[in-house]
């Protein structure tokens, strides 16, 4: 890192108060449930806390109010503090701590979550097939922390 990136660095950080996380206190939880014919499926569970992930398959869904099947654990491991950094900066600016945002248009598909919590703000995204701009980027950062053998995360397409 040469000095110009350093004081840019250090520019930031003391300009821009609201980015400062500590690290040890992120959480964040990305999860997805079926809604119809994906009731009852294995569905992606990504979970952050401080520095360390885990990526599993659950059935996050059910039609009697009972699951059936254990967690299938695919990945644990390390989430980059510059990946806490970059997704406390894509939430700085929204004062909101609910997005809720639904296509009534399909009854089936299912609920994407995403709950963030720093040091200084608690976010939830709930999004019932249909997606947002700013959660897009947040799955794009966690996408970058799995390792390319596994599948990445997603969002509702249309």
């Known amino acids: 890192m040469n000095l110009t990136s350093v004081l840019i ?3 930031c950080l003391i300009g821009f108060p609201s980015f400062q996380t500590d690290h040890h206190e992120f959480e964040l939880t990305y999860n997805f449930a079926g809604l119809g014919s994906n009731m009852n499926t294995m569905q992606p569970v990504f979970r952050v806390r401080g520095t360390n992930c885990i990526y599993t398959y659950e ?3 059910t039609w009697t109010g009972e699951f059936t099947k254990e967690p299938d654990t695919l990945y644990v491991g ?6 806490i ?3 406390t900066a894509l939430i700085s600016g929204i004062q909101d ?3 809720y945002k639904a296509n009534i248009h ?5 609920i994407h979550f995403l709950n963030i ?3 200084t703000q608690k976010l939830e995204y709930n999004l019932q097939n249909t997606s947002d701009s700013t959660a897009e980027k947040i799955i794009a950062v966690l996408n970058s922390n799995i390792p390319s053998n596994f599948e990445k995360l997603h969002l509702f397409k249309e």
Do not use: P, V
């Not at 390390?78 to 990946?83: E, L, M, N, T, Y």
């Not at 399909?106 to 299912?110: L, T, Y």
């Open 9 to 11: 660095s250090l520019i």
């Open 106 to 110: 399909i009854s089936s598909g299912g």
């Open 97 to 99: 701590t609910l997005i």
């Open 78 to 83: 390390s989430f980059r503090a510059s990946s």
């Open 117 to 119: 919590k720093t040091n």
């Open 85 to 87: 950094d970059s997704i």
């Open 59 to 61: 059935e996050n869904s």
